[in-house]
C-alpha cells in the first residue's frame, strides 16, 4: 500500500488504452496513390458495433473532408467501410474511433496521399 | 480515475454473479443432499433461507454494477465532449449496441435473481423457486463471456466464449461456494458436526472447480496472450502474472483445507472453541480473500487489451530485465529549484523532455521513499517475530516520516521549496491529489501507532489500512498502461511487482487483524511483503 501510495503520490497521470487496433486499411497507412479512393476501408482485430464508430478525413491544411455512409460489414463485423468524395492530390489523414463488441473503445489516425 | 473505477465495477460485478450462481449450486448439490440424509429438515430450510438473503444481496449487487458499466460504456464512447449523464446516449448504448443489450438483459437477470431470492428467503423449500433462481443465475452468467473479451474476438468466438463460460463457473463453484460457507460457518458455529459435514461435502466440489479453473484459465491464456514475452511485458500479460503469483497462495490455503483440516474435522465433535474449527475458518478467510482480490484483478484484466497480436520473440525481453538490476541509491539529488527551472524553460516547446536532472531527482523520491517502507517492513517482521520488544510496535511510525519526506520531495516547484505558495497550490489537480495523499499516509500512520499502542480501541477501522493497501495495489495494475506498444514495459513490470506485493501485505495484514495474535504467520508474511515492497523501491526502481 505504501509503495502504492509512493508511486501515486509521485507519479504523473494515467494514459488512454488502445483496444481495437488496426490490423490494415484500404488505402494502407503511408500509402501514395496515383488515383483518388472511392472509398476508405479499415480492418480490425475485433469485431466492432454496427453504431458508435466515426471515420474523419482531413487534408493538408486540415479541412475536414466529406464523408458517406460510414457502416460495419455485416458478413465481416470487423471491417469498416466509409465512402469519400473524389480527392484532388494532397496528403490526408484518417481518424479512426471505434467501439469493439467487448464494449471497449479505441482509436487512431493514419494519413496517405495522393500524387497529381 | 475512470479506469480505477471501471475496474473496481467490474471486479465488483464478477463477486456478484459468482456469489449468485453459488448459492442455489451449493446449497441444491451440496448441503441439502447432506443434510437430508442426517435428516435435519428444519436445519436445512435455515440455511436455504440464509444462501437466499445472500444471494439476494449480490442479484442487487450484480444490478448494480451493471447499471455502473453502462455509464461507463457511456463515457467511453462520448470521451469527446457529450455529458456522461447524456440519458438519450445511455439508451442508444443499452438498445443499439449488441454488448448493451447483453449488459441490459444482465441487469433483468440481476433483478430477476432479487425478487426470486427475495421469495426463496420466505418459503425456502419451495423446489419450483429454487429451480426458477438457477436459470436465472446461469442466464446471467451466460452474460459475461457474451460482453467479454471473447465476444470481440474475429474467429473461434463461439470456443472462446464457451471457456470463458467455463471458467466463470469453475469461479462461481469454487469461490463464490467459499463465499456462502464462511458466512454460513459463522452462524453455524454451534454446529461443529454440520459444520464438518458441509465442509466435507464441498471440499471435493472446490477441488474439481479449481481443475476446471485452471484448465480453462490456461486456455483462455494461451488465448488472448500468446507468448511468453506478452506475458513479462505487456500490461495484460504482467496482470495476469500478478492473477497467477497470486494463485499459488489460495491454491496452498485451498489444499490446507483439503488435506489437513478436512480429515482432521471428522474427528470433532467439540463447540465453538475448538482451536480446529477457528483454524479451518481463517484458512478459508485466507482463501477466500485472494479469491475475492483476484476477481477484484480479473476487473483490471478484462479492462484492458490483450496482447496477442503483439507475439514479438523472446530476446525482446532482455533489454526490459537488464535494467531491473540492483544499484545503490544515490544520496543527493538536484534542488528542486534546478528542476523546477528547467521544467519552466521547456514550457512552451511542443514536445517537451524530461530533463536527466528531473528523472534523478524523481528516482531520488523513491528510493528514500522505499527506505522509509524498509524501514517499516523490518519492524514488522521484528513486531511478528519478537511480539514483546517495543520497537516492533513502532512500525506505523515510520508511515508519518514518510509523509513528511513525500510533502517536502513531492513536487518541486511548490511550497516548502518551490516558487509557487500554498493556496496557489491547491489550485493544481494533481499537486492537490498528491497533498491529499500524503495526508492519507500520515492519518494512517498515526491511527495505526494509537491501536498498536493500545490508546484507541482496534474496531472496524482497522481494516481501512490493509483496504486501501488493496485497493491502491489493484490501481497500479491500470495505472499509466499504454495499450499494446511496450515501450513503457519497465514501468508496468515495475507497477505489477509492487503492486502484487502491495496485495500480498494488504491481504496478510487483512489476516493477521482477523486472527488476532492467534497465528503469527500472517504477521510474519505482512512484515515480509512490506520488507520486499521496500527493498524494491530502494534498490530496483528507475524511472523510464
Ligand atoms: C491458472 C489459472 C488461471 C489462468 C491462467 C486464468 C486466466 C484467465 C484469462 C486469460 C482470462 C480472460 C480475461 C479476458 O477476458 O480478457 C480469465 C478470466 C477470468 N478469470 Fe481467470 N485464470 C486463472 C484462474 C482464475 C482464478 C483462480 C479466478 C478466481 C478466483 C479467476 C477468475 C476469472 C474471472 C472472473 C474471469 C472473467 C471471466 C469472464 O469475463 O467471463 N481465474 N482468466
Known amino acids: ?116 | 480515475m475512470i479506469e480505477t473505477a471501471d475496474m473496481l465495477i467490474r471486479g465488483i460485478g464478477f463477486m456478484g454473479i459468482v456469489v449468485s450462481v453459488a448459492g442455489p449450486i451449493l446449497f441444491l448439490v451440496v448441503l441439502r443432499p447432506a443434510l437430508s440424509v442426517t435428516g435435519e429438515e428444519g436445519l436445512n430450510q435455515e440455511i436455504g433461507r440464509r444462501i437466499a438473503r445472500t444471494c439476494l444481496a449480490s442479484g442487487l449487487l450484480l444490478a448494480s454494477a451493471t447499471a455502473g458499466a453502462v455509464f461507463f460504456v457511456g463515457a467511453a464512447v462520448t470521451r469527446e465532449g457529450a455529458s456522461l449523464w447524456d440519458l438519450a446516449l445511455l439508451k442508444r448504448v443499452l438498445l443499439e449496441t449488441a454488448h448493451g443489450n447483453i449488459l441490459l438483459l444482465r441487469m433483468a437477470g440481476g433483478i430477476g435473481m432479487v425478487l426470486l431470492f427475495r421469495f426463496i428467503a420466505l418459503s425456502p423449500a419451495s423446489p419450483r423457486l429454487w429451480g426458477a433462481a438457477t436459470f436465472a443465475a446461469f442466464l446471467t452468467l451466460a452474460t459475461f463471456p457474451l460482453s467479454g473479451h471473447a465476444a470481440a474476438l474475429p474467429t473461434r468466438e463461439v470456443l472462446a466464449m464457451t471457456v470463458d463460460g467455463l471458467h466463470l463457473f469453475g469461479v462461481a463453484t469454487w469461490i463464490g461456494g467459499l463465499f456462502h460457507l464462511r458466512l454460513l460457518l459463522g452462524s453455524l458455529a454451534r454446529d461443529p458436526v454440520t459444520i464438518a459435514t458441509a465442509v466435507r461435502r464441498f471440499s471435493p466440489f472446490a477441488l474439481a472447480s479449481a481443475g476446471l479453473l485452471i484448465a480453462t484459465g490456461l486456455i483462455n491464456a494461451l488465448q488472448y496472450v500468446g507468448s511468453l514475452t506478452a506475458l513479462l511485458v505487456t500490461p495484460y500479460g504482467l496482470t495476469l502474472t500478478a492473477k497467477l503469483v497470486l494463485l499459488i497462495p489460495l491454491l496452498t490455503f485451498g489444499a490446507v483445507n483439503f488435506l489437513i483440516l478436512r480429515p482432521a474435522l471428522q474427528h470433532t465433535k467439540q463447540h465453538d472453541d475448538d482451536p480446529l474449527l477457528r483454524r479451518l475458518t481463517t484458512t478459508m478467510q485466507g482463501e477466500l480473500g485472494l479469491g475475492l482480490v483476484i476477481l477484484l484483478l480479473v476487473g483490471a484484466l478484462t479492462a484492458l487489451p490483450y496482447p496477442v497480436e503483439d507475439s514479438p520473440g523472446t530476446s525482446d525481453l532482455a533489454p526490459v530485465f537488464s535494467r531491473l538490476t540492483p544499484r545503490w541509491p544515490h544520496f543527493s539529488s538536484p534542488t528542486a529549484k534546478q528542476v523546477w527551472e528547467q521544467k519552466l524553460a521547456q514550457k512552451g516547446t511542443p514536445n517537451p523532455i524530461r530533463s536527466a536532472d528531473a528523472i534523478a531527482y524523481a528516482e531520488f523520491n523513491h528510493h528514500w521513499a522505499g527506505a522509509f517502507v524498509l524501514v517499516m517492513g523490518l519492524l514488522s517482521l521484528l513486531h511478528a517475530f519478537r511480539p514483546r520488544l517495543a520497537w516492533g510496535r513502532a512500525w506505523p511510525l515510520t508511515l508519518i516520516g514518510l509523509s513528511i519526506f513525500l510533502f517536502f520531495r513531492n513536487d518541486p516547484g511548490v511550497w516548502p521549496l518551490g516558487p509557487i505558495s500554498f493556496w496557489q497550490s491547491l489550485t493544481i489537480v494533481h499537486v492537490l491529489q498528491h497533498r491529499l495523499y500524503v495526508v492519507l499516509v500520515a492519518a494512517l500512520g498515526i491511527v495505526e501507532w494509537l491501536g498498536q499502542t493500545g490508546r484507541i480501541r482496534r474496531t472496524w477501522w482497522t481494516y481501512i489500512f490493509p483496504g486501501i493497501c488493496v485497493i491502491g495495489s489493484l490501481m497500479l495494475f491500470l495505472h499509466a498502461h499504454g495499450g499494446l506498444e511496450r515501450a513503457d514495459s519497465l514501468t508496468h513490470i515495475q507497477h505489477v511487482v509492487i503492486g502484487t506485493l502491495g496485495l500480498s501485505a494488504g491481504v496478510s495484514r487483512w489476516l493477521e487483524l482477523r486472527v488476532q495474535g492467534e497465528d503469527r504467520l500472517y504477521g510474519r508474511l505482512w512484515g515480509l511483503s512490506v520488507t520486499l515492497l521496500g527493498l524494491f523501491l530502494f534498490l530496483f526502481f528507475r524511472e523510464q
Open chain 1, 1 to 116: 500500500m505504501t509503495g502504492t501510495l509512493i508511486l501515486l503520490t509521485l507519479a504523473m497521470p494515467a494514459g488512454l488504452a488502445a483496444h481495437s487496433t488496426l490490423v490494415r486499411s484500404q488505402p494502407p497507412a503511408g500509402a501514395t496513390l496515383t488515383t483518388p479512393p472511392g472509398e476508405i476501408i479499415l480492418w480490425f482485430n475485433e469485431r466492432l458495433e454496427r453504431q458508435f464508430h466515426a471515420v474523419t478525413v482531413t487534408d493538408g491544411q486540415g479541412r475536414t473532408i466529406p464523408t458517406q455512409n460510414p457502416h460495419v460489414d455485416r458478413a465481416d463485423p470487423t471491417k469498416l467501410t466509409v465512402t469519400v468524395e473524389p480527392l484532388p492530390p494532397g496528403v490526408y489523414l484518417v481518424r479512426w474511433r471505434v467501439l469493439s463488441r467487448d464494449g471497449h473503445v479505441a482509436e487512431g489516425a493514419f494519413s496517405f496521399s495522393i500524387q497529381p
